[in-house]
């Protein structure tokens, strides 16, 4: 799996190396055969993309010199199917003065026009196994004193996606802090982590209403829930058992539970 995204600069320079690649290319093919090339012309952007990114290296020769994959919303290396999807969605980001492709540069997880609607991003390429790497230290929950109350019930979130995938969390009753902050957060992410806040969120739980709240204090890439509406700052959000939340991307993403 894929999960880091890759930076602006390797994008634009992919994309002005893929420019140069792809008049190469369609020289050379008028060069060879004249017919041909005015019939693969108009087509040779959908098909450079299209057949690049669905083959074996997911990625355009541009894309893999700045050490890029194309995958999708899992992570994963797209097919041939998403990937002439994707490169024919490549062309409405490309009206209307490229506004498709501005979108990336204010999306969490640099997504343009048409990797939404393709469900797909431009990951860095990462040589490291895709498997969740272990938690470090310092731990990202902090034990309850002996001295607070025990509750009944055992509310928790269980990681779904990214690094904390597989793994459940207490809550504490006075609930917990979430973010890089190791001083003042409870449940702590490394300071590298892609869009995460000093100070990104807080959830709690009511034994009462037996609901969970979320609150975000002002994250930068935002807090979500698990249908993809922002928690505005300073509101607090209701979420039930069972109800899924994620931090700046579904890279992060969380399920409450009791």
């Not at 893929?18 to 004249?34: A, C, E």
């Not at 994963?76 to 998403?82: D, E, N, Y």
């Not at 904390?164 to 590298?192: E, H, K, T, V, Y």
């Amino acid at each position: 799996m894929y999960q880091q995204k890759g930076s602006m600069g390797a994008r634009i320079g992919a994309l002005f190396l893929d420019g140069i690649f792809l008049w190469i290319i369609l020289f050379l093919i008028i060069l060879i055969s004249p017919d041909l090339g005015i019939l693969i012309a108009p087509f040779g952007t959908f098909l450079y993309y299209g057949i690049f990114e669905g083959s074996s290296m997911h990625a355009t020769p541009g894309k893999r010199i700045c050490n890029l994959i194309v995958v999708d919303d899992t992570g994963a290396p797209i097919t041939f199917g998403k990937a002439f999807l994707r490169s024919l969605c490549r062309l409405i980001s490309g009206m209307i003065l490229c506004i498709g492709y501005l979108i990336g540069l204010f999306d969490p997880q640099g997504k343009a026009l048409h990797d939404k609607m393709a469900g797909t991003f431009v990951a860095a390429r990462v040589p490291a196994a895709p498997a969740p790497q272990p938690m470090p230290a310092p731990t990202p929950i902090r034990q309850p004193e002996r001295s607070q109350p025990v509750m009944q019930e055992n509310p928790q979130i269980l990681g779904v996606s990214g690094q904390f995938a597989g793994r459940a969390f207490p809550i504490r009753p006075q609930g917990i802090l979430m973010g890089r902050d190791a001083a003042s957060c409870d449940f702590i992410f490394p300071d590298n982590a892609q869009g995460i806040s000093r100070n990104h969120c807080k959830l709690q739980y009511n034994p009462q209403t037996k609901m969970f709240i979320l609150y975000d204090l002002g994250s930068r890439y935002g807090t979500f829930l698990g249908n993809g509406t922002r928690v505005p700052q300073g509101q607090p959000m209701a979420l039930r058992p069972g109800d899924e939340f994620y931090l700046a991307g579904r890279m992060n993403l969380f399920r409450v539970s009791v």
